[in-house]
């Protein structure tokens, strides 16, 4: 049977607006003693959007941290005290200027677990209507329509390189399939 490693002491080293760093000290089932390096971050929500003529709705945007804009689904931070479904609604109309009246779960996943604890839910969101919610980050956000038969090149040649964007597109084309 597998046993957990027990943490003994957490010291916060970093406290920022979208994620903290904890240093922990813990003691591994062998009895040794190490340390984890933990990227504190909220849950997020990632959504797979159809339009009206089963298009793909993603977004491109600049990603500072590795310094080229990236074409992705919609996604962002659930805020406290926030439900995910209200995530995705809220996330939809500041980056598409959409509102989804159908939302289905299409799973989730652990973004980093070496090392963080963001926990992405992963939706489908189409029956769309024109609703904007204005936001302070979204204003170099550009929205990209494809086709669901582009999706699988676009992983394929790298234009869609992020693990979020990946998961949720493969897990809907899958489910698309009735697999």
């Known amino acids: 049977m597998l046993t957990p490693e027990k943490r003994l002491s957490s010291q916060q080293v970093y406290h920022g607006r979208g994620v903290n760093l904890h240093i922990d ?21 990632a959504v797979v ?11 491109r945007q600049f990603r500072y941290a590795v310094g080229k804009f990236l074409l992705e689904i ?23 200027g959409y509102l989804p009246h159908k939302i289905d779960n299409l799973g989730g996943f652990y973004s980093i677990p070496g090392y963080g604890t963001e926990y992405l839910y992963c939706y489908l969101a189409t029956d769309l209507v024109p609703s904007r919610l204005v936001a302070e980050d979204t204003e170099s956000i550009e929205l990209v329509r494809v086709s669901q038969s ?18 949720a597109l493969l897990t809907f084309l899958f489910m698309q399939r009735g697999e």
Do not use: F, W, Y
């Open 74 to 96: 919609p996604a962002g931070g659930i805020e406290p005290g926030e439900e995910p479904i209200d995530c995705v609604r809220r996330e939809l109309q500041e980056e598409i």
């Open 49 to 59: 959007v159809l339009d009206d003529q089963d298009n793909v709705l993603l977004v």
């Open 150 to 167: 582009q999706i699988p090149q676009l992983i394929a040649s790298g234009e869609i390189c992020d693990a979020k964007s990946i998961a």
């Open 25 to 45: 000290t813990v003691e591994k089932p062998s009895g040794r003693k190490t340390t984890r390096e933990v990227v504190v971050h909220s849950d997020c929500v």
